[in-house]
Every structure is written in structure tokens, then in C-alpha cells.
């Protein structure tokens, strides 16, 4: 569901002993084995003897000097696991192409070999169709110009996205009718441009109130919607592949993760702030920064669903311009909201104090390049 790579002229390839250009090291071989019942080794598949067997695996080399793209036809269900690591789950029944080598990275070969698994838990994976997908080459080239390259056009089933845009859409429609007056409060223009020093955090409101969380949910989902499909561009996520071993298939988990990631990271903020002035003696800065963090957060959330609508019509045409846009998009939330902090703790203690300095660089500076590196800089 992630990653759907069609190749033109696919379907004229061998299925099995497919000439591949002397360069392309990377390969797949109609070698599959089985794991007899009751025995440690694996012996060679022999389709009359292991019809009943549902995993069937191969020993491959990974060079991680070039891609070692892979297609296939895969029913719905369909996992392949490389080491034993989950990478690959098929949503529904499509022909696919993936990259091994990228799964690759980070997993310790066995003797200088990676273990490859088809598994299907109805039925046994029809291996017959699993081919390389040769790096190509250009009939014109310019002088200079690498030898080989390969030509892909990308497909991302986005309906995931779409739903979870709607779900955006009906939260913020009941947080308008249901809290009028917050609503009008957190995103009026005026309101986010005003500074007084004086007014109460949330409008007096204490911070576990029901309209505070929802409000806080809803930028929580925009956010990890627009990460999803940011990393989704890039084909994998190292921070969300490290924690949970999931297949690129599964958007709605990644979704589902960012947006509880996001949401526990808004709440503990104010706890954190709340230790970091204890230790400064700041303890006074804590509503103001606070405040100032979340209203520029939540009022800017509000324009998320607006990237993520151009990511949703333009991504197949112009997919690296997106992807730009979106981690800009990002990138200069998390940075104007940091500004304003300053610009807020500045209208009541200067800033050029020493002391309030290294106190806003522990609280907000060094979590921003955090954040950064983590969300925007981690592919």
C-alpha cells in the first residue's frame, strides 16, 4: 500500500533465468527452500513434494552498492520477511516491486547471506512469479553520465490519506460547533498576533479540560497525517522501523503512531518546561512559554490539511517538489512556533540574560533539532 512500483514492460520478463547486465550484482534465483517439519535445515522446494508448505525462503547476497529491486505478484496478505524482519505486507492483490537492498541495511547477514521468506497464511506464495527488475539502460547518454539508471514510476494507494483527511475535516467541523468561542479564540488572526503578557493560559482553562484535548488531538492528527505522507515519499521510516517492525504496507499504524507520538509530546512539554524552570529558578516562564508554544501550534495546525490536499493531487505529478513543500511545511511550523516563544519570553524578561538564555536553548532549541532531525532530516 506504501509502495506500488509498476515497470513498464514487466510483464514481457522471464519469470526465472533472466539475462541481467553483467553490473547488477544484486539477484534472485529460482533456488526456493522449505523447512521440513521437525528439522533445522532447509532443503531444496520441490513443487510436487512441498505443495503444502506456506514459507518458502532463499539465501541471497545484498550489495549495498546499487538498488536490488524485485517485482512480483502477490495476493492479498502476502508477507516477506527478510532475517526474519517483517518487511512487506500486501494490502490487496497487485503486482509489486521492492527494494531489498534498503531493508537490508542495518540487519547482520548470516555468513555474508540474508535469508529471504515468502510466507502467505492461506496458501502457498506462487514464487514462480518473483523476478529482478534489471537496472536499465539509457539508449542516449550524455557525456559523463552514470551508465546505467533505473526508470520507476512510483503508485501510492492514497486511500488511507483520505480517509483520515475526512476524519481531520469532521474533527475540527465538531470542535466549531461544539466550542464556538475556543475555536474562535485559538484561530482567530487577531488573537494569534497579539501578545499580552497577562492573559491566563487557554483562556483560564486548565489543560486537561475536554476542548483543550480535542483541540490538541486534531493538530496531533494533521501532524502525523502530513509526516505519514512525507515519509511514505521517501519509501521507509528509520525511526518508525526501529521501534515497531511493520511492513511499508501499513499507513494506518504509521498514522496512528505519529499522531499518539505527537500528542504525548504536546502534554509532556508542559512538564518538562515545568522540571527545566524548577532547575533554572524560572519558574514564573512556565504559562507564558507555554502558551505562546501552544497557540502558535494549534493555530498553525490548522493549515496542515491544506499540504496535505496538495500532496494528495500533485504528488504523482511532481513528487520531489512536494516533498519539499511538505518538509518546509514542517520545518518552519516547528521553528515560527519556537520564534514566538522568544518573542513572547522577550516582552517580559530580555532575553540576552545569560541565564534565560540557556534556559530557552535547553527548553526549546535543543527539542527543536530533535524534532527536526527526527521528522524532517531522518531519511
Not at 532447509?42 to 538498488?67: E, G
Amino acid at each position: 500500500m506504501l509502495l506500488v512500483v509498476l515497470w513498464l514492460g514487466v510483464w514481457q520478463a522471464p519469470v526465472q533465468g533472466q539475462v541481467l547486465p553483467l553490473e547488477q550484482k544484486n539477484t534472485i534465483t529460482g533456488n526456493w527452500l522449505v523447512q521440513p517439519e521437525g528439522q533445522v535445515q532447509l532443503v531444496p522446494y520441490v513443487s510436487s513434494q512441498h505443495a503444502k508448505y506456506k514459507a518458502l525462503h532463499q539465501w541471497l547476497s545484498i550489495t549495498q552498492a546499487q538498488p536490488f529491486q524485485i517485482a512480483f505478484t502477490a495476493p492479498k496478505d502476502l508477507c516477506l520477511f527478510l532475517n526474519n524482519r517483517l518487511v512487506f505486507k500486501a494490502d490487496s492483490s497487485a503486482n509489486y516491486t521492492l527494494d531489498l537492498a534498503a531493508f537490508s541495511r542495518g540487519a547482520a547477514p548470516v555468513e555474508g547471506k540474508y535469508l529471504l521468506t515468502v510466507w502467505h497464511p492461506s496458501q502457498q506464495p506462487n514464487v514462480s512469479t518473483f523476478r529482478n527488475v534489471p537496472l536499465v539502460a539509457d539508449e542516449q547518454q550524455d557525456e559523463g553520465q552514470r551508465p546505467f539508471s533505473v526508470q520507476v514510476r512510483e503508485y501510492v494507494n492514497q486511500n488511507t490519506f483520505i480517509i483520515f483527511m475526512l476524519l481531520i475535516g469532521l474533527l475540527y467541523g465538531l470542535l466549531r460547533v461544539n466550542f464556538p468561542a475556543d475555536f474562535k479564540s485559538r484561530f482567530s488572526p487577531h488573537n494569534f498576533l497579539r501578545h499580552d503578557t497577562q492573559e491566563m493560559l487557554y483562556s483560564g482553562k486548565p489543560l486537561g479540560t475536554a476542548s483543550n484535548l480535542l483541540f490538541i488531538l486534531a493538530f496531533s492528527l494533521s501532524m502525523g497525517l502530513l509526516i505519514a505522507a512525507i515519509h511514505t515519499n521517501v519509501q521507509h521510516v528509520r525511526l518508525f522501523n526501529r521501534l515497531f517492525p511493520v511492513s511499508e504496507a501499513d499507513i494506518t499504524t504509521k498514522v496512528l503512531f505519529y499522531t499518539l507520538l505527537i500528542f504525548g509530546v504536546v502534554l509532556l512539554k508542559y512538564v518538562y518546561l515545568k522540571v527545566m524552570s524548577f532547575v533554572f529558578g524560572l519558574e514564573e516562564l512556565v504559562k507564558l512559554q507555554y502558551r505562546e508554544f501552544l497557540r502558535s501550534l494549534l493555530f498553525m495546525g490548522l493549515f496542515l490539511p491544506f499540504i496535505m490536499l496538495l500532496y494528495l493531487s500533485l504528488n504523482m505529478i511532481m513528487p520531489e517538489a512536494i516533498l519539499l513543500i511538505s518538509n518546509l511545511s514542517v520545518a518552519l511550523l516547528l521553528v515560527i512556533s519556537i520564534l514566538r516563544v522568544f518573542y513572547g519570553v522577550n516582552k517580559k524578561v530580555s532575553v540576552i540574560n545569560l541565564h534565560l538564555f540557556s534556559y530557552l536553548c535547553a527548553t526549546e532549541v535543543i527539542p527543536l533539532a530533535i524534532m527536526l532531525e527526527l521528522i524532517v532530516f531522518n531519511f
